[in-house]
């Protein structure tokens, strides 16, 4: 099967519909066929909008970027962490690995749809400045995320964001 995670899937990468050749003789250890049915289909329908990483990295002011912790779905076959750059302050740039192996060894291209930041706790005294993150997905690897204040200037913050792309 060549349609596994960091891909979408369809219901009939999975196969398709199976039909019943006989009854189920244990239903506590075998499986109907309207079973299986609905489990792929809830499987492949999960995967098309289901989130392919997560990275949570710590901001020191306009100072170094630090890989808190990640994950992502092909992480059993590639354990290349995601390199973080700090372009200046405010701009951010996230890279993945451009290709990964899954669980079964296959080798896949990623292609990042969206990004969602958020800040998950801050060392700044609160100030009443909002900020806004956004992500902007560069290429089919590499994620920016503009970190800016209310008054819309990028700015230097003490912070842990959490990031899940899609």
């Given at each position: 099967?060549?349609?596994?995670p960091?891909d ?6 999975l ?8 009854a ?6 075998d499986?109907?066929?309207?079973e ?14 289901s989130?392919r990483?997560w ?6 002011g306009?100072?170094?970027?630090t890989?808190?912790?990640w994950?992502?779905?092909w992480?059993?076959?590639t354990?290349t962490?995601p390199?973080?750059?700090l372009?200046?302050?405010?701009k ?6 451009a ?9 896949h291209s ?17 100030s009443?400045v909002i900020?806004c ?5 560069l290429?089919a ?8 204040s209310s ?6 913050i003490?912070?842990?964001?959490s990031?899940?792309?899609f």
């Amino acid at each position: 099967m060549s349609n596994l995670p960091p891909d979408s899937l369809s219901y009939s990468d999975l196969g398709g519909t199976k039909l019943e050749y006989t009854a189920p003789i244990d239903t506590s250890t075998d499986r109907s066929a309207d079973e299986v049915n609905l489990a792929f289909a809830a499987v492949s329908a999960m995967s098309r909008t289901s989130p392919r990483a997560w990275v949570k990295f710590s901001v020191s002011g306009a100072g170094a970027l630090t890989l808190v912790d990640w994950d992502a779905v092909w992480k059993a076959g590639t354990v290349t962490p995601p390199v973080l750059t700090l372009v200046t302050i405010g701009k951010i740039t996230i890279t993945l690995p451009a290709t990964v192996l899954d669980e079964q060894g296959a080798e896949h291209s990623l292609n990042l749809k969206a990004g969602f930041a958020s800040i998950e706790a801050s060392t700044d005294t609160f100030s009443g400045v909002i900020y806004c993150l956004e992500t902007k997905i560069l290429t089919a690897n590499t994620v920016r995320l503009w970190v800016a204040s209310s008054t819309l200037a990028y700015t230097p913050i003490n912070t842990t964001i959490s990031l899940l792309l899609f």
